[in-house]
């Protein structure tokens, strides 16, 4: 069975670290893009990162460059986002979504219903 598990949410401090893992079930990595979504509250859905084996890319949005960094163990079939230096601003619930179109050119396509999403996790940034 094809699914996508987020976990590593949780509440931190301004200025903290987190670590979300997105591990992807029945899926191979080499094939499909993986790309890291938030939505706060009363906004909407923004893109956070991508990365591809396909493609050999990786994409991070101008709000999160250089605190995030993603990357891909294949081995575990899990890709992880470490969040540093998080601002209040992060507050929002990140979800992982996998295509084969993600991260190539655009590496967020839009009017892309991608093939798989996860169920999100929350992350929350608060003193």
């Known amino acids: 069975q094809t699914h996508l598990v987020e976990s590593g949410g949780g509440l931190v401090q301004p200025g903290g670290s987190l670590r979300l893992s997105c591990k992807a079930s029945?899926?191979?990595?080499?094939?499909?893009?993986i790309a890291w979504f938030r939505q706060a509250p009363g906004k909407e859905r923004e893109a956070v990162s991508c990365?591809?084996?396909?493609?050999?890319?990786?994409y991070y949005a101008d709000s999160v460059r250089p605190r995030f960094t993603i990357s891909s163990d294949n081995a575990e079939n899990t890709v992880y986002l470490q969040m540093n230096s998080l601002l209040p601003e992060d507050t929002a619930i990140y979800s992982c979504?996998?295509?084969?179109?993600?991260?190539?050119?655009?590496?967020?396509?839009?009017?892309?219903?991608?093939?798989?999403w996860g169920q999100g996790t929350q992350v929350t940034v608060s003193s």
């Open positions: 979504a996998a295509d084969p179109l993600l991260c190539g050119l655009p590496p967020i396509p839009d009017n892309v219903e991608y093939d798989y």
């Open positions: 029945g899926l191979d990595l080499d094939y499909y893009g």
């Open positions: 990365h591809s084996g396909r493609f050999d890319m990786t």
